[in-house]
């Protein structure tokens, strides 16, 4: 196991335009890059923000030799920069031509693809006076909990709504995570009263270092973003935060001392259920 992995997230407002929010992507990832990310997490929906409908229609073979346009612009980039890279949510192919899998997809600095995780939870909900949304009517949820290795570090994945399953994080905590990926898209509605407790429960209740990359601001007439990408230590403790704006956050996860919180606090090794 390697003791410190050095992690970058971004956050962006992503909007219909595919092309422009790549380019985005690709710049924002550099500069974590060059504040010194050896791992960068987009949040989800990174490419594209609107109709589902549109989703299914982009939707790519998970292939690093026959990729899509998305995955493909992606793979170049983590070889350009030396980097692992997650995708924190883009439409994958299923085997049922009218669903996508909503993914998030890790890629090696190689540009190989070392894991992929299809968003477990879907988000079906009508928000009082706010938007609706039906995750649901396009996408085909996954079933598997997903733990990759990186450097040497143990990293869970999961994607925005999975967030309020603390089940899912609990079955990555005995997997062996030390570090959980949670790109989103979380809505403002919500995101301002949810997104920092649930994110530091998440930390605190299974001694995780966690890796929250977001979507920020105003997409489209009917849709708005939280923001707040950041990195939190498994003491739930905020260690870097980006600004209401286009931007990355960067931190050093120290797992000398996640052990350390872990054998002075042994609640993982406590539990019962």
Sequence with gaps: ???????????????QEISENIRTSEVLVERARDRGAQLVVLPENFPYIGRLANKLAMAEPLSATHPGPTLSAMIRLARRLQIHLLLGGIPIQSQRPDRFH?????????????????KIHLFDINIPHGAVFTES??????DDVVVAEVLGIRLG???????????????MARLGAEVVA?????????????WFPLLRARAIEN?????????????????????????????GAVL???PDQDGVAVATLDLEYLARVRRELPCLEHRRL
């Design 1 to 15: 196991m390697g003791s410190t992995l050095t992690a970058g997230v971004v956050q962006l407002c992503s909007k």
């Design 207 to 235: 001694q995780t270092y966690v890796l929250a990359a977001a979507q920020h601001g105003r997409h489209t007439d009917h849709r708005q973003s939280y923001g707040k990408a950041c990195i939190i230590d498994p003491w």
């Design 102 to 118: 909503n993914t998030a997809v890790l890629l090696g600095p190689d540009g190989a693809i070392l894991a992929s995780y299809r």
């Design 137 to 142: 009517e396009h996408v085909l949820p996954g």
């Design 182 to 194: 949670i790109p989103a898209a979380f809505t403002l509605h919500t995101g301002k009263d949810h």
């Design 157 to 171: 994945l999961s994607i925005c709504y999975d967030l309020r399953f603390p089940e899912l994080y609990r079955q």
């Design 240 to 242: 870097a935060q980006v």
